[in-house]
């Protein structure tokens, strides 16, 4: 397993998680993106924050300022820290990565085409 998410659970609204992505080293050093995405009950999944190699990052509009995306090469680890949680945020929410090109207009996207490396998903419940 390459992409192995952890940190989910349930919290109330106005909490706060952080999600970790434990990767192998040749994705947090060689993907040109990195990102997580979310899956709602009967909902598609939508891209949440991408982080490109250079520290660039893209969020989906109903979570900028909420949410922060991170990475650290050293721990071969991704983050989403993510604050102010509403119960909209319940979803499960998965980790990817990609070697592809995944720039558009310099931003990594947050479209799941050209990820093409997933993790098994960790949930994340927010009551109100």
């Known amino acids: 397993v390459q992409l192995v998410e952890s940190g989910g659970g349930s919290v109330q609204a106005g909490g706060s998680l952080r999600l970790s992505c434990a990767a192998s080293r040749y994705y947090t050093y060689s993907s040109y993106c990195m990102g997580w995405f979310r899956q709602a009950p009967g909902k598609e999944r939508e891209g949440v924050a991408t982080?490109?190699?250079?520290?660039?990052?893209s969020y989906l509009a109903s979570v900028q300022g909420r949410f922060t995306i991170s990475k650290d090469n050293a721990k071969n680890t991704l983050y989403l820290q993510m604050r102010s949680l509403k119960p909209e945020d319940t979803a499960m929410y998965y980790c990817a990565a990609t070697t592809k090109g995944c720039l558009l207009w310099s931003q990594p996207v947050l479209t799941e085409q050209p990820y093409d490396s997933w993790g098994q998903g960790i949930q994340v419940t927010v009551s109100s």
């Open positions: 982080i490109d190699r250079n520290g660039g990052t």
